[in-house]
């Protein structure tokens, strides 16, 4: 009897061993049950759904599955995903997902006008948070900037051979942006061979001066300038970076808008956006 009484145990429990492993086979088999493109279409429609019903953490979830498929999106997903980072407060992430949708889907784009009037209502909310600083916050701001890297003017000045102040950040960043340049291929950097897009940056009394070279599809190089007027902007520049796209951003500190394109390194982004801040305030502060 307690050989049969034993058997009996052992089977019962390898059997439900068995139920266990099938319900967690079954289980891992339901998340990935249908085909990429039919589960991309599933999640679509679950996002324009909670977008619709204003569930907007329920949205973002959905974006978040969207974007981990191995598999073609339709261009409604840069529209979708601009509307839940506008809703999150991601200022500059909802321009580039809206921006990148007009120009995938274009005219004909179910979500075209729509997406126009967010990139306003995104430029209208940049400056206000550019120029509209809450009282005393601003000033709080500008005295936390540090020197770039950690480094004084003063070394700066001893390691570039510079004259000024001015001329030394100038110099440092330059050497910041040339070093995470942008390129269409980020996989291949042969040595000596220019970024596809380089900026050169200059002061002179009052604004930055700043040289961008483009690489053309022809092949040639267009090069434009633009100064930046130093009066009345924040020096506290913003940043950020796309993984997707390979890029990092810095922000135009008068309205917001993309000042230069670089590469993917985001502690350069970062290093390069407090230079040009510490440049800013050094041009403020001539004296």
């Not at 052992?10 to 086979?25: H, I, M, P, Q, W």
């Not at 921006?99 to 009037?117: F, I, K, P, R, T």
């Not at 440092?172 to 040595?191: C, K, T, Y």
């Not at 670089?262 to 390069?272: F, V």
Request: aromatic residues 6%; hydrophobic residues 35%; contains cysteine.
């Amino acid at each position: 009897m307690s050989v049969t009484s034993k058997t009996g145990r052992a089977f019962f429990r390898g059997e439900k061993r068995l139920a266990v492993a099938l319900a967690l086979l079954i289980t891992a088999g339901s998340a990935s049950a249908l085909p990429p493109e039919h589960e991309v279409r599933r999640l679509m429609l679950a996002t324009e759904t909670a977008v619709q019903n204003g569930e907007w953490r329920e949205a973002g979830e959905y974006l978040n599955r969207l974007q981990a498929l191995d598999a073609d999106k339709p261009y409604d997903y840069q529209y979708f995903r601009g509307r839940v980072m506008l809703e999150a407060g991601q200022l500059n992430e909802a321009r580039q997902a809206l921006e990148q949708y007009v120009s995938s889907a274009g005219n004909d784009g179910d979500h075209y006008d729509e997406a126009l009037e967010l990139i306003t209502d995104v430029e209208n909310a940049q400056r206000r948070s550019s120029t509209m600083p809450e009282p005393g916050q601003q000033a709080e701001r500008v005295a936390i900037i540090e020197p770039a890297d950690g480094q004084s003017l003063a070394s700066l000045r001893r390691l570039y051979l510079a004259n000024s102040n001015t001329e030394a950040l100038a110099a440092h960043l330059n050497s910041q942006i040339s070093a995470n340049g942008w390129r269409a291929d980020h996989r291949v950097v042969r040595s000596g061979t220019p970024a596809d897009i380089e900026y050169r940056v200059s002061s002179g009394p009052g604004e930055v001066h700043i040289q961008e070279s483009r690489l053309m599809v022809s092949g040639e190089r267009q090069v434009s300038a633009e100064p930046l007027p130093v009066f009345g902007v924040s020096p506290l520049v913003r940043w950020d970076c796309d993984g997707g796209l390979n890029t990092c951003w810095i922000y135009d500190p008068r309205d917001g808008s993309r000042l230069m394109q670089l590469g993917a390194n985001r502690e350069l982004a970062r290093e390069a956006a407090r230079t040009l801040g510490r440049l800013i305030k050094e041009l403020q502060n001539p004296g």
